[in-house]
């Protein structure tokens, strides 16, 4: 009997089983907004925000190619992706707000598999926001540009009235090109399969909440802003056609949630072991302090590959390749139950679930 069977009586299920059935009875519900007002968890990546994509943006503009939620859309051979990023401060320890700007959109399409080609750029000014800070930005995103292979070929300009806005928002839309033939995607993920993550989690997001000063800690963090697409290209070049079930960079939310959305897509369960998941030991020193938990905190140059067990030597080679996955690590598996649920073998030898993002930990890291 398993928990997600409609007709099982919860008299007869085990404590744990009961549990099971309780969560995926209410992942089964139709995503509801509750709240009157629009908070920051909405925008952290998390369930909040989930729930208001599917309830809001999907209900009114559903159709095929938006229902994956993926991290762009593929049509044919064409990826096509966009993005915003309001990150506060504008400038942080390995990177601004212009570099990540190109490289989460590269990022995006390079998780659908495409060759990024082109990119726009729209920019909404404050009044009095000083020139030199834009000079400053846009020459970062110039370079960002060139290191990816990408040009920014269309954009716009928008000014508010000073207090209006936050010195500078951007937002980028990309297109790519999908090798024909391939696709990656959440739903592909089965039993057996193997979880890689490129290299050390939560660095950006440790990196940005630090640079903010609110909490007068001194750390040795920066940024993992990097474009992944050469990094993806030589993953899906080395593997054999079909190994590699799909790829998520982990922004928002990060590992953890991304991780939940591969489980519910596939309807398989993700089991985690802690002490194979990468963290550089400033970044847990910060997230110990600040109790938060380094797998919810967002990278912008790491991402997550499901390969087929078989896959996971040449998977791993090709990472370790490129200095982008040099300390590619195992850190899970795909199992068949429970179904839809991320797991986490602990350091004390325990088990527990990790769920998707509640709550606003890390606003504006993107």
Sequence with gaps: ???????????????????????????????????????????????????????VFLDAFRNPLLEPLADGAVTGELAFTTDSFVVTPLFFPGGDIGDLAVNGTVNDLAMCGATPAHLSAGFILEEGFPLADLRRITASMATAARAAGVTIVTGDTKVVQKGKADGCYITTAGVGVVHPGLTLTATAARAGDTVIVSGPIGDHGVTVMLARGAFDIQADVTSDTAPLNTLTARLLETCPEG???????????????????????????????????PVRPAVRGC????????????????????????????????????????????????APDPPGLVLLHTAFGGTRIVDVLVGDPLPRIC
């Design 243 to 277: 190994a590699v079930r799909c790829l998520r960079d982990a922004t928002r939310g990060g590992v953890a949630t991304v991780l939940n959305e591969i489980a519910e897509s596939s309807g398989t369960a993700i089991v985690l072991t802690e002490t194979q998941i």
């Design 287 to 334: 997230c110990e302090l600040l109790g938060i938990d380094p797998l919810y905190a967002a990278c912008e140059g790491r991402m997550i590959a499901v390969v087929d067990r078989d896959t996971t030597d040449t998977a791993l080679s090709a990472l370790r390749s490129h200095p982008q996955g040099a300390t590619a690590t195992v850190i899970g598996r795909v």
């Design 1 to 55: 009997m398993t928990t997600d069977d409609p007709s099982a009586d919860p008299r007869t299920l085990t404590r744990e089983e009961q549990v099971l059935d309780r969560i995926q009875r209410a992942r089964r519900r139709k995503a509801k907004v509750r709240d009157e007002l629009i908070t920051l968890a909405h925008g952290a990546g998390g369930k909040a925000t989930r729930t208001l994509i599917e309830d």
